[in-house]
C-alpha cells in the first residue's frame, strides 16, 4: 500500500487503515510519515500575508499514523499531538500491554490524554497511572465545566472523591498544587472551601481528612503549599474532642523545620490544654523543639504552656525544665527572658551569630545597552490544540501577560481546525463577556474564541492609548489580516531585533499600529546584527528601522518617529529633544504621600525632568480628555502588556494602587506587577522598590504574600538594596502599620536577617517616634542586632534618643541602643 493510500481520508479512517498493517509493514513506513509530518507542520506564509502551517490537515493524518506505528520509548513521541480523544482511545487499546502502559505515562501530560487514561484505568483497561504529570492533571480538570463550583464537580465526576485521598499528600510544584490553585480563583473553585462543604455533607470521611492533613503537615513540605494544609486543617474547625485525638500527632509537628508548622502545633496543643484533655507528658516531650526554634511568638507560647502545666503538675517540673533550657537559648530576648523566670536563673546573653551586612549591596538598575532581555523564549503555541489549551487558560485567568502575547503570536501562524479545537471555549467566551464589566483582556480573549470558532462577533473598536496595539492585532485576527511582525518572541513582551527585521523585510508595508508596536519592543541585544540586515530593508518604514537600531538618518516628528527614538533613546524623558539632537536629560523618579484634591490620602511620583508630549505612556497614544467612551474594565494588570519600556510607569501605578485600595476585594494588580520580578528577577527601579514596600505594608494577604515572594527572591540574588527599601518605606511615614509589616519582614529575616536589620535601620530615622506600633520595627531590629546580624547607624542611635519612659517602644528603643 502506497503512503497516499495510507494517509486518505480523515484521522479516522488513517487510523483504521495504519492497524490494519502488518507491525513490519508499520515501521518500514515510520520515515516516511516523520518527513510528511515535519513539512507539514513547516512555517510558510499565505494569503492575504498571513503564516501557518504547510499542511497541517496532512501533519495531523502523519501524526495519527505514527503513533499506531513506533515503538512506544521512541523519543518521536515528543513531536506527535492528537486532540481527538477517541483516536488516542484506540491508539492504546490497540498497544500490547506493556507499551499500554508506558504510553499511558507519556499521554497523561495533555488535558485530552489525562482524561482518556483515567477513563480507560476506571474501565480496567490500564493499570492506574499515579505519576507527578498525573495528579498534575487534577488541577486542569476542573476547567472542563468551570461554571459548576468545584464541590459540585467533584460529586459528578466518577470516582473523584475515592481518588481525592491519593491527590491530596502529593504536594506538586509550580501552578500545580493546592496552595498554588487556590490563590487565584473565586471562592467557589477552590478545593479547600469544596473539601470542607463535602465533609460537612458526609460525602469526604471528616475524621481521615483532619488526620491527613496532620499527617501530610508531618512531610514539612515547602512552607508555601504547607501553610495549604493548616488552612484546611483549621478550616473543618476541629472539637476540642478531635484535637484531643490527634494531640500526638500535633505534639510530634513541634520539630518541624516549618515555623508556621511549628506554630500550628504549638497552638492546637494550646487548645486542647484549655479543653483539660492534654497529655501532659506527651506534649512536654516535644516542646523544647518549638521553644527553641524560630519565632519569638510561638516559643513564648511553648514557654507558656509548660508553665500551665508545671503549675497544674508539679510531679512534672524535671521535664518542663528541658522546655525552659530550651528556650534560654532563643534568639528573641524575650523569650530568653521568660524561660530564665521559669527556671528563677539569671539570664545570659547567646553567642552571636555574625552574619556580615556587607553582603547585601545597593544594586542600581544597570544602563539600558547592559540589559538582557532576549533571556527565555516566548513558547508560542503550534497546533490547534495547544492554541485552544492557550486560550482556554486565559478565559479562566486572564492575568497572564506572557500567555496572552503567545496565544496572539500563535494565532496568526497556526493552522488547521482551529474552529473545531476551540468550538468547546465558546460557551464560556460567551459567559465571559456576557460578564458584569470584562476587563479589556477578557473582552478581546471572548471575541477571539468566538471568531476562531466561526461565531459573529463584532470586533473590537480600536480606541485609543496603550490598548490600541491589542485592539488592533486581535481586530486583525479576526478578519484574518493579521501580520505579525510585533509578536512578541520573548518573556516580558520583548520582541529580538533580528527578528523583527528579517519580519520587516518580508512585509515592508505592514500597519503604522504594528511597526510602533514592534519599535517598542525591541529588547537592545542584537541590534548591530539587526542593523546590519537592516540594510536590505525597503519600503516607507526602511528609514526609521534603521534609525531605531541605531543607524543614521532623520526620522519626522510623527507617531513613528517618536516610537523609533524611544526605541533608541529608551531612557530619554523627551523624545522631541533626541530628535532634534539636542540633550536627552534621563528622568529621576521620586515620590510622596499627600492629598488629592478630594482630601483623598494617595501615593504621588513625581518624574524629574517631566516627560514630555506624548503624555503618559510612551506606546505613543495616550488616552486624553474627553473620555473616548471605551470602557475596558479594571484594567491596570494588563498595561504590563504595552511597550515593555513603561516597567518603571507600571511598577508606579501598581504601588499607587496597592496603597489606595488596601482592601482584600480590590483588583490584583500586583500581579502583573510583582510577578514578573519572580519569573525574571532583576535589579527594580525606584518605582518598582517603591511597589515592594507598599506591597509589604498592605493589609491584603495576596499581595503581601508576593511581596514577601519578591522581597526574599531579590535579596538571595542581592539585586534588591536593604537601604533602598528602608527609604521607600519611609516615603509611607505615618501610613505605614508596623505591627502589620513587622509579619511580612520577619519572614524575610528568616533567611536574610542582615538585609531586614538594615532596610529598619534605613526606615526608622524617617518615622515619627509616636507612630502606633513603632515598637513592634524597634523589636524586630533588637532581634536582628542580637543575632549578630550587624549594627545599626549612628542617625538611627541619634533616633533612638527620643523615646524615654517604660512604654513598649520605649523599652524596645532601650533594648536596641544597648
Not at 518541624?256 to 506554630?263: A, D, H, I
Not at 518549638?290 to 503549675?311: Q, S
Not at 528541658?322 to 545570659?348: T, W
Not at 456576557?434 to 461565531?455: I, K, T, Y
Request: net charge negative; aromatic share 6%.
Amino acid at each position: 500500500m502506497l503512503l497516499r493510500e495510507v494517509l486518505a481520508g480523515g484521522p479516522e479512517d488513517v487510523l483504521t487503515r495504519v492497524l490494519g498493517l502488518s507491525r513490519e509493514r508499520r515501521r518500514e513506513l515510520v520515515p516516511e510519515l516523520t518527513a510528511v509530518l515535519r513539512e507539514g507542520r513547516e512555517v510558510v506564509e499565505g494569503p492575504p500575508g498571513s503564516f501557518g502551517a504547510r499542511d497541517a490537515e496532512g501533519a495531523e493524518r502523519a501524526s495519527v499514523a505514527l503513533m499506531a506505528s513506533v515503538s512506544a520509548r521512541d523519543p518521536l513521541w515528543r513531536e506527535l499531538r492528537v486532540g481527538d480523544p477517541g483516536i488516542l482511545r484506540r491508539v492504546l487499546l490497540a498497544r500490547e500491554p506493556a507499551e499500554r502502559a508506558v504510553l499511558a505515562e507519556r499521554a497523561v501530560r495533555g488535558p485530552v490524554g489525562w482524561g482518556v487514561v483515567r477513563e480507560l484505568v476506571r474501565a480496567g483497561e490500564l493499570e492506574p497511572v499515579r505519576t507527578a504529570e498525573y495528579f498534575a492533571g487534577w488541577f486542569g480538570w476542573h476547567w472542563g465545566e468551570p461554571e459548576l463550583p468545584l464541590a459540585e464537580r467533584l460529586r459528578k465526576e466518577p470516582g473523584a472523591l475515592e481518588e481525592l485521598w491519593e491527590l491530596l499528600p502529593v504536594e506538586g510544584a509550580g501552578d500545580s498544587s493546592f496552595a498554588a490553585y487556590d490563590k487565584y480563583v473565586a471562592e467557589s473553585e477552590k478545593w479547600g472551601p469544596a473539601l470542607v462543604e463535602l465533609s460537612r455533607s458526609g460525602e469526604v470521611d471528616r475524621a481521615r481528612l483532619l488526620e491527613l492533613t496532620v499527617e501530610v503537615l508531618g512531610r514539612d513540605f515547602s512552607a508555601y503549599r504547607a501553610q495549604w494544609y493548616t488552612a484546611l486543617h483549621e478550616g473543618l474547625a476541629p472539637s476540642a474532642e478531635e484535637r484531643a485525638g490527634l494531640q500526638h500527632r500535633y505534639a510530634r509537628l513541634c520539630g518541624s523545620g516549618l515555623p508556621r508548622t511549628v506554630s500550628f502545633a504549638v497552638k492546637a496543643l494550646g487548645a486542647v490544654d484549655k479543653a483539660g484533655l492534654l497529655d501532659d507528658e506527651v506534649a512536654l516531650r516535644h516542646l523544647p523543639a518549638a521553644a527553641a526554634g524560630r519565632g519569638a511568638g510561638t516559643a513564648k507560647l511553648a514557654v507558656r504552656l509548660a508553665g500551665v502545666v508545671v503549675k497544674r503538675r508539679p510531679e512534672l517540673a524535671a521535664v518542663a525544665a528541658e522546655v525552659f533550657r530550651a528556650g534560654l537559648g532563643h534568639e528573641a530576648s524575650d523569650v530568653r527572658e521568660l524561660a530564665a523566670a521559669r527556671l528563677d536563673v539569671p539570664l545570659a546573653a547567646p553567642a552571636p551569630v555574625v552574619v556580615s551586612d556587607a553582603a547585601y549591596p545597593e544594586p542600581v538598575v544597570v544602563p539600558w545597552a547592559q540589559r538582557r532581555m532576549l533571556v527565555r523564549p516566548l513558547g508560542v503555541p503550534d497546533s490547534p490544540a495547544a492554541l485552544a489549551e492557550g486560550l482556554s487558560a486565559l478565559l479562566a485567568d486572564e492575568h497572564q501577560a506572557d500567555l496572552f502575547l503567545a496565544v496572539l503570536g500563535g494565532a496568526s501562524r497556526v493552522d488547521g481546525d482551529v474552529a473545531g479545537a476551540v468550538a468547546p471555549l465558546v460557551k464560556r467566551a460567551r459567559k465571559v463577556l456576557g460578564g458584569r464589566q470584562p476587563s479589556l483582556l477578557q473582552q478581546l480573549v471572548g471575541s477571539l474564541v468566538l471568531g476562531l470558532a466561526g461565531q459573529e462577533v463584532v470586533p473590537p473598536e480600536l480606541g485609543s492609548g496603550w490598548q490600541l496595539p491589542l485592539r488592533h492585532r486581535v481586530a486583525a485576527l479576526l478578519a484574518g489580516t493579521a501580520v505579525p511582525v510585533s509578536a512578541a518572541t520573548h518573556e516580558g513582551g520583548w520582541l529580538d531585533p533580528v527578528v523583527f527585521v528579517t519580519r520587516m523585510i518580508e512585509h515592508p508595508a505592514v500597519a503604522e499600529v504594528d511597526v510602533v508596536d514592534a519599535l517598542l519592543r525591541l529588547a537592545p541585544e542584537g541590534r548591530r546584527e539587526a542593523l546590519a540586515l537592516a540594510a536590505g530593508l525597503s519600503g516607507p518604514y526602511a528609514e526609521v528601522v534603521r534609525y531605531a537600531l541605531g543607524g543614521d538618518g532623520v526620522v519626522a516628528e510623527d507617531w513613528v518617529g517618536l516610537a523609533a527614538t524611544r526605541a533608541r533613546y529608551p531612557e530619554a524623558a523627551d523624545p522631541l529633544a533626541a530628535l532634534r539632537g539636542e540633550p536627552r536629560p534621563e528622568v529621576v523618579w521620586s515620590a510622596r504621600v499627600g492629598q488629592d484634591s478630594f482630601g483623598l490620602t494617595k501615593l504621588f511620583f513625581e518624574e524629574s525632568p517631566e516627560p514630555v508630549t506624548p503624555k503618559g505612556l510612551w506606546l505613543g497614544w495616550a488616552t486624553e480628555w474627553p473620555w473616548d467612551g471605551v470602557w475596558d474594565g479594571y484594567t491596570l494588570p494588563h498595561e504590563v502588556l504595552s511597550s515593555p519600556y513603561d516597567r518603571d510607569w507600571v511598577d508606579a501605578t501598581v504601588a499607587q494602587h496597592l496603597f489606595y485600595f488596601d482592601i482584600e476585594v480590590a483588583d490584583p494588580t500586583e500581579i502583573a506587577g510583582l510577578t514578573p520580578y519572580l519569573d525574571r528577577p532583576s535589579a527594580p527601579g525606584f518605582a518598582g522598590v517603591m511597589m515592594i514596600a507598599a506591597a509589604l505594608n498592605t493589609r491584603r494577604e495576596e499581595g503581601a504574600q508576593l511581596g514577601v515572594d519578591v522581597a526574599v527572591a531579590l535579596f538571595e540574588q542581592r539585586l534588591l538594596g536593604p537601604r533602598a527599601l528602608g527609604r521607600a518605606l519611609g516615603v509611607l511615614g505615618a501610613e505605614l502599620t508596623p505591627t502589620r509589616l513587622v509579619k511580612r519582614l520577619s519572614v524575610v529575616a528568616g533567611e536574610h536577617p542582615a538585609a531586614v536589620l538594615s532596610t529598619v535601620d534605613a526606615l526608622l530615622p524617617a518615622l515619627d517616634p509616636g507612630l502606633r506600633g513603632v515598637f513592634a520595627l524597634l523589636e524586630l531590629a533588637a532581634e536582628q542586632l542580637e543575632r549578630g546580624a550587624g549594627a545599626i547607624s549612628a542617625e538611627t542611635r541619634q533616633w533612638l534618643g527620643g523615646f524615654s519612659g517604660s512604654s513598649k517602644a520605649a523599652k524596645a528603643a532601650s533594648r536596641l541602643a544597648r
